[in-house]
């Protein structure tokens, strides 16, 4: 039966850039919740001392939950070969914070899509770099997992294989025990494309989900396809909501899931809107999964 972790979606600039909320205080806010989990992030402001990877995992093993998998952007397309040695670097370092705090999910991205990128040469760029950690993560029991991303909050450019046949090609290219995707079904739309037609082409190497929900705030999805083609920035007509109440059809993603015998941790990217929001999406997703995963 899949687990449910959460991450802090209404909270990533008060703990990654003015600190007005300290990790402590998410970790108590996150414990009151009845989910198994809380998914880190790599960028929170006082992960960068090292000394308090060990006192945030007994923090979080004191409010009875794990940290299963780590959220963080490596940006591997980058045409300069000590760039990409860096990020390698990075993602190593990752690793290591991801087996400190008793993960086993350190989450990996392709890199910025570049104007002047072809699909080939991104592919083949994200692809040797993606297989320079594997045998580092393998070490520490650490499966690196890529998602459908759209695009990271510091990044110039969107998500190099934000696009399905590019992503796929991408997954099919790298065929390791140690290596699985993150499927987010909302960036799907953010993409113009379908996130059930995805989500059957790579279901086989689905190991974690990201479970959000989008709606419209004007339009249809063939204007959203239409305007976000090509587009640099945030969709201007999707907005973030509460699970269940958007665009994503969750009775048909956990049914092709539950075919393929997934089980692994879904994380919940709620919140937006408080707390009260997120413990409704808790509540919607804990009725789905005891619905498509019966005891």
């Known amino acids: 039966m899949p687990k449910l972790a959460v991450f802090p979606k209404a909270f990533m600039q008060a703990l990654c850039k003015d600190g007005s909320m300290s990790v402590s205080e ?30 945030f995992r007994r923090e979080v093993e004191n409010h009875g939950k794990v940290i299963p998998m780590m959220c963080c952007s490596p940006d591997f397309t980058h045409p300069d070969a000590a760039f990409r040695a860096e990020e390698i670097a990075k993602q190593k370092h990752w690793i ?20 002047e990128l072809t699909v080939d040469e991104g592919v083949m760029l994200a692809t040797d770099s993606i297989e320079a950690c594997l045998p ?32 796929c090609s991408l997954v099919d290219r ?14 799907a739309f953010l993409a113009g494309e379908d996130p059930l037609e995805l989500l059957v082409r790579v279901s086989d190497r689905v190991v974690t989900m990201h479970a959000s929900d989008r709606y419209l705030k004007e339009g249809t999805l063939e204007d959203l ?19 269940g109440k ?19 941790w879904i994380s919940i990217e709620d919140g937006v809107e408080g707390m009260p929001q997120l413990v409704r999406s808790v509540d919607f997703l804990k009725q789905k999964i005891a619905e498509f995963w019966p005891r």
Not at 97 to 106: D, E, K, N, R, S
Not at 174 to 187: L, R, T
Request: glycine content about 10%; hydrophobic content about 35%; proline content about 3%.
């Open 26 to 55: 998410w970790i108590t806010l996150a414990g009151t919740l009845d989910v198994q989990g809380i998914e880190w992030y790599a960028g929170f402001l006082e992960m960068s001392d090292e000394s308090n990877w060990a006192r």
């Open 96 to 115: 290591d914070m991801t087996h400190a705090l008793g993960g086993t999910f350190c989450r990996v991205l392709s890199g910025q899509r570049r104007p």
């Open 246 to 264: 958007g665009l994503n059809d969750y009775d048909a993603i956990f049914r092709e899931l539950k075919s393929v015998g997934f089980d692994g």
């Open 136 to 167: 580092y993560a393998e070490q520490r029991g650490i499966t690196l997992i890529i998602e459908n991303h759209y695009k990271d909050d510091f990044w110039e450019y969107p998500e190099f294989a934000q696009k399905m046949d590019v992503f």
């Open 174 to 187: 790298i065929q390791h025990p140690c290596f699985g995707v993150n499927y987010d079904p909302s960036n």
């Open 225 to 243: 396809r239409r305007e976000e083609e090509g587009a640099v920035g945030y969709a201007r007509r999707l907005s973030h909501g509460e699970i």
